[in-house]
């Protein structure tokens, strides 16, 4: 085997209308990005409270950088905690009301270094299978025995935990599924993981800060408890408009990722200001709740719109609204209409999710003006006269 057949794959994922391109953004994230020269009406973002650009965020971030530089230049068990890193732990876990919480640099890294922390050879990890691929990844990579259940089916993974011999056994779960948008059965999961003498672990990359009245997301919406979800993961990147992600829980549990998660012991710690950045949105995300507000009339709004045009949407009441399509080349040639009409909607495809099950997944900010949508709704509706598909396909 050699590496001579590189440009072969390359040009059949080409042929599938699976290949993958990079555009380059000219401008912040906000409702109007400049994407290679042109101004686009943004539905792609995951900036869902209108926060990467907020002028007190980016404030908080220039002062700290002004205070402590640029660089964390040290992992956090060497000398690069700083005060705004500490600050912004307490203050995490206080929001999401458990004993503590730890920053990672990024979701990606959280996922993967909590479940290498708790498990090993001798213990199992219930992932649904539609979870992230982040999760997927901590599982595999932690030498656990690696089950998949149904879509947030409870039978289905309540018949793999009956049969589980192992020692500790985790289940894995999306809190809000990130290319479908529909919330996981938490309350049954955190029933079954308690019975079972397991722990839940949820990722809620796309619902802290958005559900919840307060925006502390999942475990806020189903007042789940500390017991009940042992393992809460959030992340920064996304509603917070910053970067990185945090784990939540028992003092236990994060003495034991200092002590034993590699993505938290053998990295750079996140540049202070990014910390100081997550602190002012915390502040926004608390204070604002009528960006979330804002948001559900849009999403509310939207699903109308799209139930006149004859679309055919996922069972989703939050920001993460997928437009179903089908073929691959169908979905990435709307999505290239869309463009030409100045309006953004990615196409997602195969592997991200099964073949033909395309999607144009169309993300809302609480920065969206109705006006926005209504601009959404008309290049949807041209869109539809012009390219004929039909779902399922
Ligand atoms: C975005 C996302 C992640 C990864 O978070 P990053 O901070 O971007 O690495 C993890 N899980 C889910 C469900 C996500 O949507």
């Known amino acids: 085997m050699s590496f001579d057949n590189l440009q072969q794959i390359l040009d059949q994922r080409k042929q599938r209308s699976l290949y993958r391109r990079r555009e380059i953004l000219q401008s912040p994230q906000s409702p109007k990005i400049i994407v290679a020269g042109k101004t686009l009406l943004n539905f792609s973002s995951n900036d869902y409270l209108g926060l990467a650009n907020h002028p007190r965020v980016v404030e908080s971030f220039k002062l700290a950088a002004d205070e402590y ?10 000398n690069g905690h700083s005060h705004h890193h ?12 458990r004993s503590r919480a730890l920053l990672f640099c990024s979701g990606y890294m959280a996922n993967v270094g909590v479940i290498n922390a708790l498990l090993g050879k001798t213990d199992a ?13 901590g599982g595999l990579l932690s030498g656990a025995k690696f089950q998949r259940y149904l879509h947030n089916d409870v039978d289905s993974l309540e018949k793999k935990l009956v049969r589980s011999t192992a020692n500790r056994k985790l289940v894995v779960t999306d809190a809000v599924f990130s290319m479908d948008g529909n919330i996981a059965n938490l309350p049954a999961l955190a029933d079954k993981a308690l019975q079972h003498n397991a722990w839940l672990m949820i990722d809620d990359a796309h619902g802290i800060g958005v559900l919840g009245e307060t925006g502390a997301g999942c475990s806020e919406l189903y007042k789940l408890s500390e017991q009940q979800v042992p393992v809460l993961m959030g992340t920064l990147g996304k509603a917070f408009g910053t970067s990185g992600a945090f784990v939540a829980g028992s003092d236990a549990l994060i003495e034991t990722l200092i002590q034993f998660s590699r993505t938290y012991i053998y990295t750079t710690s996140m540049p202070p200001a990014v910390a100081a950045a997550s602190r002012t949105s915390l502040k926004l995300i608390q204070k604002e709740s009528w960006r979330r507000e804002h948001l559900q009339l849009l999403i509310s709004r939207f699903k109308s719109g799209c139930e006149q045009l004859g679309l055919v949407l996922l069972p989703s009441d939050t920001a993460i609204q997928p437009i179903m399509i089908g073929a691959e080349h169908t979905a990435v040639a709307i999505s290239e209409k869309l463009s030409s009409l100045g309006v953004q909607v990615k196409a997602i495809r195969t592997p991200t999710v099964p073949l033909n099950q395309a999607r144009l997944r ?8 109705l006006d926005d949508l209504q601009q959404l709704l008309a290049a949807l509706a041209t869109v539809v006269k012009e390219i004929k598909f039909e779902y399922p396909y």
């Open 86 to 97: 500490h600050e912004l732990e307490l203050e995490l876990a206080e929001f999401c009301n």
């Open 69 to 78: 530089g640029v660089g964390g230049g040290a992992s956090h068990l060497v």
């Open 125 to 137: 990890v219930f992932q649904d299978k539609l979870n992230h691929a982040s999760l997927l990844d």
């Open 362 to 369: 169309v993300t809302f900010s609480a920065a969206h003006s």
